[in-house]
């Protein structure tokens, strides 16, 4: 399980395998659409076939900046959403001249239109493949509870608080506030304090040319070998191989 601090889409070409996410789990197929809200867990997992799709990531505060609120209601939970061949195909060009667009400007006109675009035919065309049976992890009771350290993940790259402090610092008992982080986010609070970073680190490789010994010190990793340590046990390669894989894509691409 994992997650992001961007709302993510991931529009497959290809696929075979099993979605979990905050409403419980459902069998992927070829031309599915899933939905991931920021900070929410969820998972995939996938046959040894052959597979393709496109992720888009955008910030959550998009939606608010560009006013898209009819768009912005429907995005409020995890879901697995399906739509007809017609509109797929449409969806599919859209898909690549945004990436073509994002090569050229990510943050163009061009970029922001072809996303909202998107944003818009998806909101009106998909329809979750099975009923919503539970809440956006928002709306999770003690959420709220929660909500001043959950701020510091979403404004920082990383957070160092020790259990004690944030657990002060949502005026909880250490032992409490353990259990309702658990119980809202599906993972113990050091284990989503050191994924933070490290999906941060992700960014920054693909997003930047800091070099890896300047990316783990700017994420407060003890030394770059532990974070080198770290990164393969989450991703499966080393940052140097993850950021080697992205430049030949881009570069195929």
């Known amino acids: 399980m994992h997650f992001h601090e961007v709302h993510e889409i991931i529009i497959f070409e290809q696929i075979d ?34 597979k393709s799709w496109f992720i888009i990531q955008f910030l959550p505060a998009f939606l608010t900046n560009e006013k898209l609120h009819n768009v912005e209601a429907f995005f409020q939970q995890g879901m697995h959403l399906r739509m007809s061949a017609e509109h797929f195909k449409a969806l599919s060009t859209q898909v690549k001249w945004l ?17 909202k675009l998107i944003l818009l035919w998806i909101s009106e065309h ?7 049976k539970s809440q956006g992890i928002n ?4 959420y709220e509870r929660l909500l001043p ?12 608080l020790q259990l004690e402090q944030a657990a002060d610092l949502c005026h909880l008992s250490p032992s409490y506030f353990s259990r309702l982080f658990k119980s809202v986010f599906r993972c113990n609070y050091s284990e989503y304090a050191n994924r933070h970073k490290l999906y941060n680190a992700a960014r920054m490789l693909s997003q ?12 407060n990793f003890s030394t770059p070998s532990h974070f080198i340590a770290l990164f393969k046990k989450q991703f499966g390669v080393t940052p140097k191989k993850y ?11």
Request: hydrophobic share 30%; aromatic share 8%.
């Open 17 to 50: 395998g099993i979605y979990f996410y905050s409403q419980g789990q459902s069998q992927l197929q070829d031309h599915d659409i899933v939905f991931t809200p920021s900070m929410e867990t969820h998972d995939f997992e996938l046959e040894d076939k052959a």
């Open 139 to 142: 709306q999770t009771q003690g």
């Open 99 to 115: 990436h073509e667009a994002y090569q050229q400007d990510p943050q163009g006109d061009k970029s922001n239109t072809l996303l």
């Open 208 to 219: 930047s040319k800091m070099s890896i010994t300047d990316i783990a010190f700017e994420l």
């Open 149 to 160: 350290v959950v701020e510091l993940f979403k404004k920082q790259s990383t957070v160092e």
């Open 243 to 253: 950021k080697m894989q992205l430049e030949q894509r881009l570069n195929k691409d």
């Open 126 to 132: 998909a329809k979750p493949v099975q009923s919503v």
